[in-house]
């Protein structure tokens, strides 16, 4: 059994979850400036998403849910997902983005994946992201984001993230394959038995085994290795 652990923003995703959240408070530029900056690893990523999350304080829930309505996969990227899991491969999703978004995405493709490790943005409830502003509203009053994050991927790493699962499935670390492009995903592709970069920022160029920069020529990677048997 093989496990592939695929970034989403930027690799899975063309949409950049932050930008979206952004252009709903009117900081698009600023979230785009922080994320590239955090992509060519010139900052931290745990600096970057909190001063991003930092950004959103006071976005209604029901924008912020507005906003991830908007993301959606790469073309084919459903049907890759699809034919791995298809095949018995275990598929997980390892992004520094928002749960809620990767869900939105997969479920109008209509595909899932085996397991996705992400943070959450907080309401100031105290529940974690958008999604039930309706039913919630009339109990509570308008709700927003607190301009916190919470999650797994702040701190922890996406290497520990694939060790993790990894051993969980009884799966050697070589026989797993990820899939990335920024320098937050350079800690799994470092311990990945192959590390493909989907069209990788310069500085996670040299950590790639194989560059792709489309969804075709990523299912071929995936059918030379023969995960597709």
């Known amino acids: 059994m093989t496990l592939v652990a695929f970034d989403f923003d930027g690799t899975l995703s063309d949409s950049e979850m932050t930008v979206l959240l952004g252009e709903q408070m009117g900081v698009a530029d600023e979230m785009a400036s922080i994320t590239e900056r955090a992509m060519n690893d010139e900052i931290s990523y745990a600096k970057s998403l909190r001063d991003r999350a930092a950004l959103l304080e006071g976005l209604s829930e029901s924008d912020a849910e507005d906003a991830f309505a908007e993301v959606e996969l790469r073309p084919d990227a459903g049907t890759v997902i699809r034919e791995l899991n298809d095949a018995g491969v275990t598929t997980a999703i390892l992004t520094g983005g928002f749960e809620r978004g990767v869900e939105s995405a997969l479920e109008r493709e209509g595909v899932s994946v085996d397991v996705i490790v992400s943070n959450r943005l907080p309401v100031e409830n105290g529940?974690?992201?958008?999604?039930?502003?309706?039913?919630?509203?009339?109990?509570?009053?308008?709700?927003?984001?607190?301009?916190?994050?919470?999650?797994?991927?702040?701190?922890?790493?996406?290497?520990?993230?694939?060790?993790?699962?990894?051993?969980?499935?009884?799966?050697?670390?070589?026989?797993?394959?990820?899939?990335?492009?920024?320098?937050?995903?350079?800690?799994?592709?470092?311990?990945?038995?192959?590390?493909?970069?989907?069209?990788?920022?310069?500085?996670?160029?040299?950590?790639?085994?194989?560059?792709?920069?489309?969804?075709?020529?990523?299912?071929?990677?995936?059918?030379?290795?023969?995960?597709?048997?």
């Open 127 to 229: 529940q974690s992201e958008a999604g039930t502003a309706s039913e919630n509203a009339s109990v509570h009053g308008p709700r927003a984001l607190t301009g916190e994050v919470e999650g797994p991927l702040i701190e922890g790493t996406k290497d520990d993230a694939l060790e993790r699962l990894a051993g969980e499935r009884e799966i050697p670390i070589s026989w797993t394959i990820a899939v990335g492009d920024g320098a937050n995903d350079l800690p799994m592709l470092e311990v990945a038995g192959l590390a493909v970069g989907f069209a990788p920022k310069p500085a996670v160029r040299p950590a790639c085994d194989v560059v792709v920069a489309s969804m075709e020529r990523l299912r071929d990677v995936f059918d030379d290795e023969g995960l597709f048997d």
